[in-house]
């Protein structure tokens, strides 16, 4: 497989079938794979979508939000970020997963569970 990415790991050119390569869908799904790096223009993008989405109803459910909503957000992006080329999978759901965890830790700091006498 022939693979051009930018500098930020961001493919913008494959070639599945380059010689001597195995040319399937798992060799290209493995090379998407790669972690990406998220700037902070996207996340405050991410988190403007995601309450928009909130705030339209369609996809609550339940203090969550409904199936199918990780392609929304994908729709969403792609209109406001088009050159980001982020995917519902593995890109958004990594992301919204990291922001729920760092989130429960500032939490519990300012909340006073487990802050080790934190002012």
Same mark, same amino acid.
């Given at each position: 497989?022939?693979?051009?990415?930018?500098?930020?790991?961001?493919?913008?050119?494959?070639?599945?079938?380059?010689?001597?390569?195995i040319? /399937?869908?798992?060799?290209?799904?493995?090379?998407?794979?790669?972690?990406k790096?998220? =700037?902070?223009e996207? /996340?405050?993008?991410? =988190?403007?979508?995601?309450?928009?989405?909130?705030?339209?109803?369609?996809? &609550?459910? &339940?203090?969550?939000?409904?199936?199918?909503?990780? &392609?929304?957000?994908?729709?969403?992006?792609?209109k406001?970020?088009?050159h980001?080329?982020?995917?519902?999978?593995? &890109?958004?759901?990594?992301?919204?997963?990291?922001?729920?965890?760092d989130?429960?830790?500032?939490?519990d700091?300012?909340?006073?569970k487990?802050?080790?006498?934190?002012?």
């Open positions: 497989m022939l693979g051009v990415c930018t500098p930020d790991i961001h493919f913008v050119y494959v070639l599945p079938g380059w010689e001597g390569s040319a /399937d869908g798992r060799v290209l799904r493995d090379a998407i794979r790669i972690k790096k998220w =700037v902070p996207e /996340d405050a993008t991410l =988190v403007s979508c995601m309450v928009n989405l909130h705030n339209v109803g369609t996809f &609550n459910a &339940n203090m969550r939000f409904k199936a199918g909503y990780l &392609n929304e957000l994908e729709r969403m992006l792609e406001v970020l088009p980001a080329m982020l995917k519902a999978k593995p &890109n958004l759901e990594s992301r919204i997963r990291t922001l729920k965890r989130l429960a830790i500032v939490y700091m300012l909340s006073g487990d802050n080790s006498s934190f002012d």
